[in-house]
């Protein structure tokens, strides 16, 4: 079983699946739009798999080590309920309750996260929408890259708020929870000269780039972003409407 660094929707919980996991905890990351952040206590609970999350104000999301040392459950599935894990306990206890599970032995249902190009013009970057910031290619150095992905740094560690150079890009506050850790790729990336925004977790569906693109409302933004015209409140594509006229 894993106490994961990850947002809870759905895709992760594809990836406990195939994995072959015994069960799994993950953030909530502030529950979100449409409870997106909750996304694979379902969809683990149809597979027979024990899951829970860790309540994004007790915990750092992006980091598994504070999470199964500060993380307090927020949610379980039925399979997690039947355990014993319950809202309230610590994520430690609640994952030492999943090891008497049997490991899943089927095959994860298929799940595809995509990349799409969002807006392409003569002369002008990119945009690509990525479900995950894992999808990001080594051709989107100089792009605008909008990602599903919460905005928290892995481990805390600066190197992974973006693997390129990106012109700008684009992730969920998740909340933005205990130590400001879902906008912790801001600073990172504002230190690369990367503009860089997060859009309100009730405004966008974590793990969905298509949602953040058409009802995701900026929450936080780095300087450089600033420099460009983000502000609080405003559509993704107003504020790369804003970066392309920046920089054209």
């Not at 610590?90 to 089927?106: N, P, S």
């Not at 560690?157 to 929870?177: C, E, H, M, Q």
């Not at 400001?180 to 966008?204: W, Y």
């Amino acid at each position: 079983m894993a106490i994961a660094a990850s947002h809870g929707g759905v895709y992760s919980g594809y990836l406990a699946a195939k994995g072959k996991l015994r069960g799994v905890v993950f953030s909530d990351a502030g529950v979100g739009l449409e409870r997106a952040g909750l996304g694979s206590l379902a969809y683990l609970d149809a597979l027979g798999m024990p899951a829970a999350t860790v309540d994004y104000r007790s915990a750092r999301i992006g980091d598994g080590a504070d999470l199964a040392r500060r993380g307090t459950i927020s949610f379980c599935n039925e399979s997690a309920r039947r355990l014993g894990c319950a809202a309230g306990e610590t994520a430690r206890a609640c994952a030492e309750k999943m090891l008497a599970a049997h490991e899943y032995r089927g095959d994860a249902p298929a799940y595809a996260e995509a990349r799409t190009l969002l807006l392409e013009r003569p002369r002008a970057p990119n945009v690509w929408g990525l479900d995950s910031v894992s999808l990001v290619r080594d051709g989107d150095a100089g792009a605008i890259v909008l990602t599903g992905s919460h905005g928290g740094l892995l481990g805390g560690v600066p190197a992974s708020a973006l693997r390129i150079d990106a012109l700008a890009a684009a992730y969920n506050d998740a909340g933005v929870g205990i130590d400001d850790a879902g906008i912790s790729r801001l600073p990172a990336l504002q230190e690369r000269g990367i503009a860089a925004v997060t859009v309100a977790a009730d405004s966008a569906r974590i793990g969905d780039a298509k949602s953040a693109w058409e009802t995701g409302r900026v929450s936080h933004a780095n300087a450089v972003a600033r420099e460009y015209g983000a502000r609080e409140g405003m559509t993704l594509p107003a504020f790369v409407e804003w970066v392309l006229r920046a920089v054209g």
